[in-house]
């Protein structure tokens, strides 16, 4: 059974670090595309970024690049988000999620394997 776990949220204070950890089972990152969005409280999910299944290129919002880097691993089948110069507004649930695609996009529509998410809280 296809399955993403994410893991590595918490709180943080403005400035601050996390890394993401999307441990996926059931598929292999070589064919499916990979793609990291953020859900605030009372807002509509976004895209955050994406990992193409061809070539590990990688998208990035216009809010979170140069911020944020997306990896992968393919060995250990783990997806990564170092999230850097954290603030307020990157408060929310991060959930991963996958795609049968080459070329990744930030649309969710495209993603059909989700995590349950990992919340992330940007205070002081």
């Known amino acids: 059974q296809a399955q993403l776990v994410e893991s590595g949220g918490g709180l943080v204070q403005p400035g601050g670090s996390l890394r993401l950890s999307c441990v996926v089972s059931?598929?292999?990152?070589?064919?499916?595309?990979i793609g990291w969005f953020r859900q605030a409280p009372g807002k509509e999910r976004e895209g955050v970024s994406c990992i193409s299944s061809s070539d590990a290129s990688t998208f990035y919002a216009h809010s979170v690049k140069g911020r944020f880097t997306m990896s992968r691993d393919n060995v250990k089948n783990t997806v990564y988000l170092q999230m850097n110069s954290l603030n307020a507004v990157d408060t929310g649930v991060y959930y991963c999620a996958a795609g049968p695609r080459e070329l990744c996009v930030l649309y969710a529509s495209e993603y059909d394997i989700w995590g349950q998410g990992t919340q992330v809280t940007v205070s002081s």
């Open positions: 059931g598929f292999t990152l070589d064919y499916y595309a």
